[in-house]
């Protein structure tokens, strides 16, 4: 797993993800001038935002303990309120694309999926990510779903592989689409289509498939520089075991070519126990 995070992303996973509950004296002093440092901090930055982009990171400040994760999403807004900055004042090619991937370690039970969802919205309305999507598995459903179905989810935060197939409005036969279902858009893949009716049969990610779908309810997933992104969060990610279940290897090459090439778009938070991570 460290080969997916730069050396201070994967400094984040030095300390429990949960504080323990018993501390020294001097421990407690310690925390609390932490917690008194982002507060104050956050007092004197939150006058530059709305009141959207307020919001989550006071939810986040409300949860006990998580020093770490607080000052992570504190940096979030401040690097990107620096980089508007330096926009603004012209210096574009000063602005640096900052990879942003995380490993939440802990026990089952100490709220990493709550975190994580609330991370997610946290980063895109600090800015530093344009999508607001989170799709969020275990290992082992990502396995039971097959490295092809998998793909088809994790394109809907990419907008699938650049430089791969031919560009076109025109839908074919195993395209990433997204599928128009009760008002909202989910990720598929088209099977068939029947060029006489204009209708498909598309396959969702769960494995299940819908017929005579008309073109209207589908869309292609958009590759423009603002349409992409959003959060993966794996849990149990150790599950994949990619050196002895070729499956999972499939997976994990998958997650990587993501990381890399959508690495200002995209966010993977992996969570699990701290020594199968490192692992």
Same mark, same amino acid.
């Given at each position: 797993?460290?080969?997916?995070?730069?050396?201070?992303?994967?400094?984040?996973?030095?300390?429990?993800?949960?504080?323990?509950?018993?501390?020294?004296?001097?421990?407690?002093?310690?925390?609390?001038?932490?917690?008194?440092?982002?507060?104050?901090?956050?007092?004197?930055?939150?006058?530059?935002?709305?009141?959207?982009?307020?919001?989550?990171?006071?939810?986040?400040?409300?949860?006990?303990?998580?020093?770490?994760?607080?000052?992570?999403?504190?940096?979030?807004?401040?690097?990107?309120?620096?980089?508007?900055?330096?926009?603004?004042?012209?210096?574009?090619?000063?602005?640096?694309?900052?990879?942003?991937?995380?490993?939440?370690?802990?026990?089952?039970?100490?709220?990493?999926?709550?975190?994580?969802?609330?991370?997610?919205?946290?980063?895109?309305?600090?800015?530093?990510?344009?999508?607001?999507?989170?799709?969020?598995?275990?290992?082992?459903?990502?396995?039971?779903? /097959?490295?092809?179905? %998998?793909?088809? &989810?994790?394109?809907? $935060?990419?907008?699938? +592989?650049?430089?791969? #197939?031919?560009?076109?409005?025109?839908?074919?036969?195993?395209?990433?689409?997204?599928?128009?279902?009760?008002?909202?858009?989910?990720?598929?893949?088209?099977?068939?289509?029947?060029?006489?009716?204009?209708?498909?049969?598309?396959?969702?990610?769960?494995?299940?498939?819908?017929?005579?779908?008309?073109?209207?309810?589908?869309?292609?997933?958009?590759?423009?520089?603002?349409?992409? /992104?959003?959060?993966? %969060?794996?849990? &149990?990610?150790?599950? $994949?075991?990619?050196? +002895?279940?070729?499956? #999972?290897?499939?997976?994990?090459?998958?997650?990587?070519?993501?990381?890399?090439?959508?690495?200002?778009?995209?966010?993977?938070?992996?969570?699990?126990?701290?020594?199968?991570?490192?692992?």
């Amino acid at each position: 797993a460290k080969n997916w995070f730069s050396k201070d992303e994967w400094s984040y996973t030095e300390k429990p993800f949960v504080p323990p509950a018993t501390k020294s004296a001097n421990e407690k002093r310690t925390r609390h001038r932490a917690v008194m440092d982002i507060e104050g901090k956050w007092e004197q930055l939150k006058g530059k935002l709305t009141e959207r982009q307020i919001r989550p990171m006071e939810r986040l400040l409300g949860l006990v303990g998580l020093q770490e994760v607080k000052r992570v999403a504190l940096s979030a807004y401040t690097d990107v309120l620096a980089n508007q900055r330096l926009q603004k004042n012209g210096f574009v090619k000063a602005v640096q694309p900052n990879a942003m991937n995380y490993a939440f370690v802990g026990n089952p039970g100490t709220g990493k999926t709550t975190v994580a969802q609330l991370f997610a919205e946290l980063l895109e309305q600090a800015g530093a990510r344009a999508g607001h999507k989170f799709v969020q598995m275990t290992a082992t459903e990502a396995l039971r779903k /097959g490295s092809k179905a %998998f793909a088809t &989810e994790l394109a809907s $935060l990419t907008g699938g +592989r650049t430089g791969v #197939g031919p560009e076109g409005a025109e839908y074919r036969t195993g395209m990433n689409v997204e599928v128009q279902v009760n008002g909202k858009y989910y990720p598929a893949q088209i099977k068939r289509k029947c060029n006489q009716k204009r209708v498909y049969t598309v396959a969702f990610p769960d494995n299940t498939e819908s017929e005579d779908v008309p073109e209207s309810e589908l869309r292609h997933l958009q590759k423009g520089p603002d349409s992409v /992104g959003g959060v993966l %969060f794996l849990d &149990e990610a150790y599950d $994949l075991d990619p050196a +002895r279940n070729p499956e #999972g290897k499939t997976i994990l090459a998958e997650i990587m070519a993501a990381a890399e090439e959508h690495r200002s778009k995209l966010t993977i938070i992996l969570a699990g126990y701290k020594q199968d991570i490192e692992d």
